[in-house]
């Protein structure tokens, strides 16, 4: 478009060139508000999601220091009661699972910031001082290795459940909301009997 010569000589914006500026302009300001705002959600997510790994390795080594330390209390009992269940993805259902935080039942170690629940083996929170809250999920299952003999074939083993177990552990964030709208991660780790 060029601008018509106007009082003497000197090219001014007609007021459509400059409605088309404000317009253009208005929606790159827009879309840059709207990248913002992805960059600081896909921030805050990577920041809770480190958060959830540190918290699941802390819980790990948690769960394998009691396993070790009474492995015939936490691990493998002769009654069949056991303090991490053993069972495939877990006995609670969601509804269940909803209602923890108001749950009074929750118990405390005095070294650590992990909740046992007194009614419901295998459930755990954590609270963090930022008011974080975290419900955590633990059964264990048989471990099975895999194999290779000098002729190449494959093979798996399962070792005695009074050797090792399979500890899964799930985590679902945060617990004020319902159990179905969370996000969850589910973790995997061996502990071994130190005395077996």
């Known amino acids: 478009m060029s601008c018509a010569p106007r009082y003497g000589g000197m090219q001014r914006f007609t007021l459509i060139e400059v409605l088309m500026a404000i317009v253009i302009a208005g929606i790159g300001i827009v879309s840059l508000i709207g990248f913002m705002f992805t960059v600081v959600t896909t921030g805050r997510d990577a920041a809770i999601e480190t958060r959830v790994a540190l918290i699941s390795s802390e819980f790990s080594h948690y769960i394998s220091h009691r396993a070790t330390a009474d492995w015939s ?13 053993v069972e495939s993805g877990g006995t609670y259902n969601r509804d269940e699972l909803t209602d923890l935080p108001e749950d009074p039942s929750w118990q405390s170690d005095t070294d650590s910031n992990f909740f046992d629940h007194s009614t419901r083996p295998g459930l755990y929170k954590i609270v963090e001082a930022d008011g974080f809250t975290a419900s955590i999920r633990i059964w264990q299952d048989a471990v099975v290795s895999s194999v290779v003999d000098p002729t190449g074939a494959h093979a798996e083993v399962e070792p005695a459940d009074s050797d090792a177990a399979a500890l899964h552990v799930e985590v679902s964030w945060p617990m004020s909301k319902s159990y179905t709208s969370r996000r969850r991660w589910l973790f995997y780790t061996t502990v071994l009997n130190p005395t077996p």
């Open 73 to 85: 209390a936490f691990i493998d009992t002769s009654d069949g009661t056991f303090a991490v269940p």
